[in-house]
């Protein structure tokens, strides 16, 4: 294989690492904000949850923002069309986001009853939307987006938005990964958080778990029958990274099951998704705390590397032009580009997972509502 | 070819400004605070002084309010790039991803993991790991603003990059010249050490109420030392850089330089005076007043007596020719294409150094079409498109002016703040503790409008010289610009409104006793005065 081939395989294999992680821990953020008026009836309860993820919630959070520059820096086609078509939802994804952080510092900062419910709603939203969005952006990837490209390289949108924000299949995929988000908060606040809130967690948690297992099967049923994307000729890897031209593409149904029909072995990804739903789940109810939230982990190795091995090239296929439908082969940044950014991310992301792992070591063990409400510098 | 729809173009780049202002109101205080933070905690590890973690937690407090608002709309900008300005982020996202991706592996990650651990790690960590962290924070901040000006730097000055036919972008091939840059050496420092000014005088204003209502004397008096100081050295740096600035944009952005400095002709050196105001009139292309001051302005920009500044009325007729050759370079460019062939490679490649300036005649050929220009109509597309290359020079002029006097009037009121304050005799001269407390806002207006200097004065241009901004918006219909905009000011509203709100109340709050033997203590007997939320029983 050529190197510039083994490069964009490289970044897009991290590109899923990523999106694994993003779903994983902000996930798990985002999760413990929609659980936070239910799992909390008090004040005190409510900044004890809040205090749960107090300390690591922005570290995070950079999962998201990294998600970003990195599709930026290794895929900027796709960047660059990818949050154009998707303008308003991408829009609400940005409002629901930026909100986030203005809640944690600012809700417990003023006394007012009115103050401190108001940002519960926002943490409510904000943590509900971004995950509802997330999800329904694979679903609507997996359906495809009308588009295409001038001979400049600009883009043009050829459907509105209601057309892919309205479809039940998108709206699915959002439910799923709200439930897996809710279902990782959940566990967290188990991890940290003693009674009345350890148990209300328990319940949502499990809720959350078996929720996601449905929808994901209902979902992979959807999919067996969806228009999927194949080439009709072949298409060279290594070919310069550009749309406009270089491939032929047709739309087929049942399309996305032909790598699966090809390599029977990545049946093993569904399989892992749905086992670590259904496991996760019952290590819950039997309180194996650490277990379940390492078993989240798989849940969304799962959900994300069944898409992707279904979809594998493609990132975002075009309804109305499928020949500049884009692919990991087309929308990469340069050779020269790849190999810099692998260089700094091979330095930098051991670095990080160390003071990451660190950071929540230093802040292990339970949070107590007691502590919370007499400390004036807590959340 | 769809045609280009110039408001969707307009309330893009309006609602970027706004968004990047507002981004910029927060940022400089974060870069200067956490510095300011690692001090006052190094002097308490060192001496033991409770005072000064009493400052810390204080002034930690308000860093706090303000570093979740830089945070929050710091989400915008990196995801704006991709919403509203497709075109460009296609066209130059090789090279312009690639320090914003590094911004978050090496900057923004060590920042805000370690940011939870400089709140909530007081109890947990030893005093030397919770100073390494407080430094840590410093470190992550300050190198975050390196990797975004880098980046920066890259739309200002292209060098590192070619353009690829075969991928219709500028292809990044130089991480050197990426990050060595000096427009981006120059510019980090300039903005950076710009935060410190702005941190200073946050601190320094505060600590002037204080002194001026004559409560905590001892802890305001120590800050306000402490931020002068800090502050002094912080203008000098500033105003160094900036010059240091203004020289690279001499000689990499002629364009800039002379809108800046109000200039349409070219100078007549040594006389040629540096124009203190003036009132510029970009439809007439000449000024309708000046009042300067001879002999400055060249030593100024150029560092010598008789190298001349080319104005702007020789620069339009210098870009004529490059605009002729741009047309040429984009026909054979779209015939490579359609056709791959090398005979149309070749002609491109004779033009290609004039692609931008072809791009930029879009605006004026028949149907938008650069393509199909007749050959009668060619020269006056030229002619129409020679004073484009021109920014507004009303408002880079003028916000260059608004930056510099500010400048120089923090250079003075630091020298007499730090003097006052070592010699004691602050408290005595009311009237520099009421400017100390009035001027909080202005250096944050000062990097604002440094800012627009910077990038209104790059117009018309995204990737200088090379993509015209009118090309590089997202395709979008007016309605989605109108829903986001309107969401945006919505928010952004609440926020300040909410900030403020903190920050007043804080600051009004102030310090928490620290004669108490355990300042620990007094922080519980604060919390029991003011009222903690649970007991209060709303």
Known sequence: ?379 | MDMINPTVVDLSRFQFALTALYHFMFVPLTLGLTFMLAAMETVYVVTGRKIYKDMVLFWGKLFGINFALGVATGITMEFEFGTNWSMYSRFFGDMFGTPLAIEGLMAFFMESTFVGLMFFGWDRLSKQAHLAVTYLVALGSNLSALWILIANAGMNVPHGAHFDPDTMRLQFDSFVKLIFSPDAQAKFVHTSVAGYVSAALLVMGVSAFYLLRGQHRQFAARSFRMAALFGIISTVAVITLGDVLGREDYMEQPTKIAAIEGLWHTSKPPYEPWILAALPDDAKQENHFEIGVPFVLTPLITHDFNTPIRGMHELEDAAAPRIESGIAAVSALRRYQETHQQADLDAFKAHEADLGFGFLATRHAPNQDVTAIPADALQSVVEQTKPDILPNVFVTFWSFRIMVFLALYFFALFAISAYLSLKNKLERNKLILKACMWSIPLPILATEFGWITAEAGRQPWTVFNTLPTFLSASTHSTSYMVFSLAGFALLYSIFIAAELYLMFKFARLGPEAHDAPHSDDAYAAHCAVVGTPHASGH
């Not at chain 1, 938005?161 to 959002?174: D, E, R």
């Not at chain 1, 929308?331 to 950071?359: D, N, Q």
Request: overall charge positive; aromatic content about 14%; proline content about 4%.
């Open chain 1, 1 to 379: 294989m050529e190197l510039y081939a083994l490069l964009k395989l490289i970044w897009a294999a991290l590109l899923c690492v990523l999106l694994i992680g993003l779903g994983l821990m902000v996930g798990m953020d985002m999760g413990v904000g929609t659980l936070l008026r239910f799992v909390g009836r008090n004040d005190g309860e409510r900044r004890t949850a809040l205090n749960i993820i107090g300390p690591h919630w922005d570290g995070n959070q950079v999962w998201f923002i990294l998600g970003g520059g990195a599709i930026f820096a290794a895929f900027p086609t796709l960047y660059a069309t990818s949050f154009s078509v998707f303008y308003v939802v991408m829009i609400l994804l940005l409002f629901s986001m930026i909100l986030r952080p203005v809640a944690f510092e600012y809700r417990s900062k003023a006394d007012s009853h009115l103050w401190r419910a108001s940002w519960d709603w926002v943490f409510l939203v904000s943590g509900f939307l971004p995950m509802f969005i997330y999800g329904a952006a694979f679903g609507n990837i997996l359906h495809g987006v009308g588009y295409h490209f001038g001979w400049t390289g600009q883009y043009y949108q050829d459907s509105s938005f209601f057309s892919y924000l309205l479809n039940p299949f998108a709206i699915l995929c959002g439910l799923m990964s709200v439930a897996l988000s809710v279902y990782q908060g959940g566990v967290m606040l188990m991890l940290r958080a003693e009674n009345p809130i350890h148990d209300r967690a328990r319940r949502y948690a499990l809720r959350g778990g078996l929720t996601a297992a449905v929808l994901f099967i209902i979902g992979g049923f959807f999919i067996t029958r969806m228009q999927g994307f194949v080439f009709t000729a072949p298409v060279d890897p290594a070919m310069p990274a550009s749309p406009m031209h270089g491939q032929h593409v047709a739309m087929v149904a049942g399309g996305w099951l032909h790598n699966y029909a090809a390599h029977p072995v990545l049946w093993l990804l569904p399989l892992l998704g749905l086992a670590s739903m259904v496991g996760g789940t019952l290590a819950a109810r039997m309180n194996k705390v650490i277990l379940a939230w390492w078993i989240g982990l798989g849940s969304w190795i799962g959900t994300i590397g069944t898409v992707a091995a279904a979809m594998f090239p493609f990132f975002m296929p075009s309804t109305t032009t499928p020949d500049q439908s884009l692919t990991i082969w087309n929308s990469s940044a340069s050779a020269y580009g790849l190999t810099c950014m692998l260089v700094v991310a091979l330095i930098f992301v051991p670095i990080i997972l160390c003071y990451t792992s660190w950071c929540y070591y230093v802040m292990r063990g339970k949070v107590h509502t007691a502590d919370i409400v007499n400390d004036s510098h807590s959340y």
